[in-house]
């Protein structure tokens, strides 16, 4: 597929779902096929572990869940997979989670690899009609401004890539981000990541408010703290970039909400494959002076 929200919107096409559940901490392109097709959002909460709190699908619903960082193991998927028969899986911060076989599954290259576009959908839906291969060179472009002038120069443009997709229809992967992601080294990304995330977590832990195992290849080291916004501030002025997940959920959100501290206090440390040790001992020598 082109895009996540495409294999969404692939799902809701292919079934035929009277409502969809959604957790309320989202990114809005993922419910924007939802809205787009006028499907009926039953919005819920989530606990501790990641985990859907007090929902009741009908038969004939479809409940979405965001495997968020790569936390929600294998068992509990299976314990999902065997609650909602009607079941769909985002692996988009989890790339190297195994599919469930009893549900759809759904992944996000460009959040793990250097393409500008690109996921994968495992699902027993089919549509009737083949999709059209999308066409994506263009959008390499502002990857390759950015290795050579630096993020801030290449900001714009990927603004008006992000504009440029967020108005692209349902499409299969195009030929150039396929080209890219299969010369890839998957098992050495992956052992890279688990290294990183190794070091922060060895040297972190103690002041990590949200402890959790090691998921397969992470995407990012959560790091829960007080006031998280302002150590984000911190590591950004440091040249620490650290994004926030999602700040535009918490229109949905109560301040008494366990997903609103997320949102503010959950900093997403960067540990991907570009990184090395040294890399992560800056960030943790940051944290410790921060807090210190």
């Known amino acids: 597929m082109n895009l996540a929200r495409s294999a969404v919107e692939y799902i809701?096409?292919?079934?035929?779902?009277?409502?969809?559940?959604?957790?309320?901490?989202?990114?809005d392109s993922l419910w924007a096929p939802v809205k787009r097709m006028n499907t009926p959002i039953h919005w819920y909460n989530i606990d501790e572990h990641f985990m859907p709190v007090n929902i009741s699908p009908c038969k004939g619903d479809l409940v979405i869940i965001i495997n968020f960082y790569g936390l929600i193991n294998s068992k509990l998927q299976d314990k999902l997979a065997q609650e909602y028969p009607y079941l769909?899986?985002?692996?988009?911060?989890?790339f190297f989670s195994l599919p469930q076989q009893a549900a759809s599954t759904v992944y996000s290259a460009r959040k793990f690899f250097g393409v500008p576009d690109g996921a994968y959908l495992y699902t027993n839906y089919r549509l009737s009609s083949p999709l059209d291969t999308d066409s994506s060179y263009r959008r390499f472009e502002y990857l390759f401004k950015r290795l050579d002038l630096g993020a801030s120069e290449a900001y714009?443009?990927?603004?008006?890539?992000?504009?440029?997709?967020?108005?692209?229809?349902?499409?299969?992967?195009?030929k150039s981000t396929q080209a890219v992601l299969n010369g890839i080294d998957y098992k050495r990304v992956k052992m890279q990541r688990e290294k990183n995330w190794a070091f922060l977590d060895k040297n972190l832990k103690g002041m990590n408010?949200?402890?959790?195992?090691m998921p397969p290849g992470p995407m990012c080291y959560p790091f829960m703290c007080e006031n998280g916004n302002d150590a984000r501030r911190f590591l950004i002025g440091k040249k620490i970039y650290v994004p926030i997940y999602w700040k535009d959920a918490l229109i949905r959100l109560s301040p008494t909400d366990l997903e609103y501290s997320y949102v503010n206090d959950i900093l997403p440390l960067p540990i991907d494959q570009r990184y090395t040790n040294e890399d992560m001992r800056t960030i943790v020598q940051c944290l410790e002076g921060y807090f210190g």
């Open 12 to 27: 809701l096409t292919a079934g035929v779902f009277s409502s969809v559940y959604i957790p309320k901490w989202c990114c």
């Open 88 to 94: 769909l899986i985002d692996n988009s911060q989890a």
């Open 156 to 174: 714009e443009d990927f603004k008006h890539n992000e504009e440029v997709l967020s108005k692209d229809g349902m499409k299969r992967m195009s």
């Open 209 to 213: 408010n949200l402890k959790k195992a």
